[in-house]
């Protein structure tokens, strides 16, 4: 079955650090996403990505952060400028452009990467 | 903005019994999500709501949806150790693909023998 997967699993950085997480979304997708979850909370949406184009951000995604689809099936977000408040688990998702079956545009997860800033 | 509400935030049950988590939102959406996280791990999707009144069940789980009360339900029947995890509910409220998920704060459920 075709998955979302994501490296590295577990990065550690020095604050100001910059850093790259990667994703390689399920093929055929076209939308595709990222979330944070900081330990013990909830999961919030980062950004979203179409065509090429930022389609979403929040308000969390500033300046520091960025996204990039550099090749036919990597994505990634990049921090410039790492704090420490950055420490989560980051996840990417991917979604299909067009309605599956029940008219549902499901978002599927990746395993996540652990980002610790120290 | 939208909220999405989950209660409660812990639940400790033994096998056994039949509890429900709750889940209200805050503006209109036909399309929510149950996920399933276990401890260090990813989100594991669990059930896809699509309209007003959509019922569905695996196992021991079964999720509902009441668009006009805003609120979702997921109900487990004699729970048993395995379904130990956090839940969370998820909201969409675009009408396109790529759009965002806005999910609630999870609910994290210990089953006990």
């Known amino acids: 079955e075709p998955e979302v997967t994501q490296t590295p699993s577990h990065q550690v950085t020095q604050m100001g650090q910059e850093v790259i997480l990667r994703c390689v979304p399920i093929s055929n997708h076209l939308y595709f996403y990222w979330y944070r979850q900081i330990l013990g909370q909830k999961v919030e949406f980062l950004v979203s990505f179409y065509n090429n184009e930022i389609s979403e951000k929040s308000e969390i995604f500033d300046d520091q952060f960025s996204v990039e689809r550099p090749d036919g099936s990597n994505f990634t977000l990049k921090i410039r400028s790492t704090k420490l408040e950055d420490s989560a688990m980051y996840f990417c998702?991917?979604?299909?452009?067009?309605?599956?079956?029940?008219?549902?545009?499901?978002?599927?997860f990746g395993p996540g990467t652990r980002l610790t800033v120290t | 903005e939208l909220k999405v509400e989950q209660n409660p935030l812990f639940l400790s049950m033994q096998e056994g019994k039949n509890y429900t988590i709750y889940c209200n939102y805050s503006t209109t959406s036909d399309r929510l999500y149950w996920y399933r996280q276990d401890p260090g791990k990813s989100l594991e999707s669990l059930f896809v709501?699509?309209?007003?009144?959509a019922v569905k069940q695996e196992g021991r789980l079964m999720a509902s949806l009441d668009t006009k009360a805003r609120l979702s339900t997921l109900h487990i029947t004699a729970a048993v150790h395995d379904l130990s995890a956090t839940y969370f509910c998820a909201v969409d409220t675009r009408e396109t693909s790529g759009s965002r998920l806005t999910f609630g704060e999870g609910t994290q459920l210990t089953v006990n023998p």
């Open positions: 998702a991917s979604s299909d452009a067009i309605l599956t079956s029940g008219g549902s545009y499901e978002q599927y």
């Open positions: 709501l699509l309209s007003n009144g």
